[in-house]
């Protein structure tokens, strides 16, 4: 008989319950389940609704602070700012628990690679990192002078193979968390 004080904790799932069906076929060696790559983008949807609020706090304080009466007045200044937020944003939620609103609702969990909490550097590379989800796109974008729908069809194509990477890397997991030492990890039954 083991001691229970002894053995990792398993966020996945705790000893009263089961590993839900959602939880892919492999659970890794430290005993993490990967969450699918369908509840990583519905959560990052659902994210992406809860930001739209602080961004639009956020633009409001810049626009009154900075007087602006015009979207192009100060408009990079604006970007470089919600650029700061967001990131402030994801930084905090990151080191203070290792989830935001959304990872909560979704049952994700951010770690480090050896499945501890995040600290604040490794958190600010995986921001930084994670704008490889676009920034490529856009700069192709931009390069060869794409508008309209070509511009949405290359950056939605470029997410869509993005995001199918995971499936090939061998712990499934998205490119800028293995650039970032970090990782995804389900937290169900929790």
């Known amino acids: 008989m083991t001691d229970s004080a002894t053995q990792p904790a398993t966020p996945h799932c705790s000893p009263?319950?089961?590993p839900s069906p959602d939880v892919p076929s492999g659970i890794e060696a430290d005993g993490y389940a990967v969450p699918t790559l369908r509840r990583r983008l519905l959560s990052m949807l659902y994210e992406s609704l809860l930001l739209f609020g602080v961004l639009f706090l956020a633009g409001y304080l810049f626009s009154a602070l900075?007087?602006?009466?015009?979207?192009l007045m100060h408009r990079h200044a604006m970007?470089?700012?919600l650029f700061l937020v967001l990131g402030a944003y994801f930084v905090w939620f990151w080191t203070h628990g290792g989830q935001t609103l959304a990872m909560k609702t979704w049952k994700i969990r951010l770690v480090d690679a050896h499945g501890q909490p995040v600290r604040t550097a490794r958190a600010v590379a995986r921001y930084a990192l994670a704008?490889?989800?676009?920034?490529?796109?856009?700069?192709?974008d931009w390069g060869l002078g794409i508008t309209g729908w070509g511009s949405v069809a290359l950056l939605t194509g470029w997410i869509v193979l993005?995001?199918?990477?995971?499936?090939?890397?061998?712990?499934h997991q998205f490119i800028h968390d293995?650039?970032?030492?970090?990782?995804?990890?389900s937290v169900l039954g929790k």
């Open 16 to 18: 009263d319950t089961t």
């Open 66 to 71: 900075t007087q602006q009466h015009s979207g």
């Open 79 to 81: 970007q470089a700012w």
């Open 131 to 140: 704008w490889l989800w676009v920034l490529p796109a856009m700069a192709l």
């Open 162 to 171: 993005w995001a199918l990477a995971m499936r090939v890397m061998p712990d």
């Open 178 to 185: 293995r650039l970032a030492g970090t990782r995804l990890v």
